[in-house]
């Protein structure tokens, strides 16, 4: 790895107004649509990535960018400044200490660590807000890298085209049988629930200085990153790009976190399951009405009634809908707890910049 390569920043122009182009007297009148992003001189790109125990990836990886970024700084596709920005997860590993040390070798790597581990989405959050201010755009990658890297040149030709966020989404995957089918389950639940989310796509996209700002309005605490995006609604690209395997350790997304991912994605973007209680509890009691019909029928017939299976099974299957659904409803109301208190959703330890 190429080290003190910080100097070349000093000789490029620093980018001064947000994503919409600066303006002075006499310009076209185009830049003062933000159709196009293009600015004079290349964007400043940011890549954060968030790292949960990945002291055995994360050398590695972040060589893998640097030479990314460096082949785009060549070309003229990104300016000299642009960097790399890892955040620590409150890893247990000896993740940071590994990041200090690319710091120290590399000043194109910047580290944020984390108080305590938050989970991917908040660390994602932590890492788009925390180079908000010096850089126009900046793409989100895994860790392991399981995403091709390659791609964020395409990503760039779109965002140069007026793409405010640009989705990476998988060609096929290179994971497990079981991992392919518990993320299919989750995401077709997740669609069925009405939360809007682009089909194959995770957490690996570029998005604009302008979409991080829109992002920073969005205050929920439990934020579901892949919908918001959607939800801001600003021109956005797809480009589709293969999986890889993971290279070292396991995967730090378990059954539980993936469960989670998937509840808050519903339950933040949907009010679906809220319905079906009702349209459920509806049937319900329609249900009974016609079976009370049905038992007096045979009353005024003179049958004797089938005494306790026309009690004891009423009296069962209404319990169970009833906590059934208490829970769901539950489920909402523990997410309107979270949201009241509006706790920070991260807290910044150390900073490397
Ligand atoms: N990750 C994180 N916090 C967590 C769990 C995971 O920052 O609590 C990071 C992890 O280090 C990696 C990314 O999220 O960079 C995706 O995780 P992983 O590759 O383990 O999951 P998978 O690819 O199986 O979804
Ligand atoms: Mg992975």
Redesign the pocket.
């Known amino acids: 790895m190429s080290s003190s390569t910080t100097k070349e920043t000093g000789t490029t122009t620093k980018p001064t107004a947000r994503n919409a182009p600066a303006t002075t007297a006499g310009e076209s009148l185009l830049t003062t649509t933000d159709a196009v992003n293009a600015r004079p001189g290349a964007p400043v790109l940011a890549i954060v990535?968030?790292?949960?125990n990945?002291e055995l990836v994360i050398g590695d990886t972040t060589r893998r960018l640097v030479e990314v970024l460096q082949k785009l700084s060549a070309a003229g596709r990104v300016d000299a400044g642009s960097f790399v920005y890892l955040v620590d997860?409150g890893s247990r590993d000896r993740t940071w200490a590994v990041i200090e040390d690319l710091h120290g070798r590399d000043g194109r790597v910047k580290g944020l660590k984390l108080a305590r581990?938050v989970?991917?989405q908040n660390?994602l959050l932590a890492g788009l807000l925390g180079v908000k201010e010096h850089a126009d755009c900046v793409v989100t990658i895994?860790?392991?890298l399981?995403q091709d890297e390659a791609v964020i040149e395409t990503f760039l030709e779109k965002y140069a085209g007026g793409a405010h966020i640009v989705y990476g989404v998988r060609r096929g995957r290179g994971d497990s049988y079981l991992?392919k089918a518990t993320s299919g389950f989750f995401y077709n639940l997740m669609r069925l629930m009405g939360a809007r989310i682009i089909k194959h796509h995770s957490e690996y996209r570029l998005v604009s200085r302008k979409a991080i700002d829109a992002i920073a309005e969005y205050r929920e605490y439990n934020l579901f990153l892949r919908g918001i995006f959607v939800d801001i609604g600003y021109k956005s690209e797809i480009v589709p790009f293969t999986v890889r395997r993971?290279g070292a350790g396991k995967?730090?997304?378990d059954f539980r976190?993936l469960a989670s991912l998937a509840l808050d994605g519903i339950t933040s973007f949907s009010i679906v399951p809220l319905r079906l209680v009702t349209v459920a509890g509806m049937l319900v009691f329609l249900f009974s009405v016609l079976m009370t019909l049905f038992y007096l029928y045979h009353k005024i017939k003179g049958h004797t009634p089938p005494g306790w299976a026309g009690t004891i099974i009423p009296i069962y299957f209404l319990g169970g809908v009833q906590i059934m659904f208490l829970g769901i409803v539950g489920e909402y109301i523990g997410k309107i707890y979270q949201e009241t208190k509006a706790r920070p959703r991260y807290i910044k330890d150390t900073e490397l910049f």
């Open positions: 990535v968030p790292c949960f990945e997860d581990n989970g991917t660390a895994d860790a392991d399981q991992k993971r995967s730090k997304h976190k």
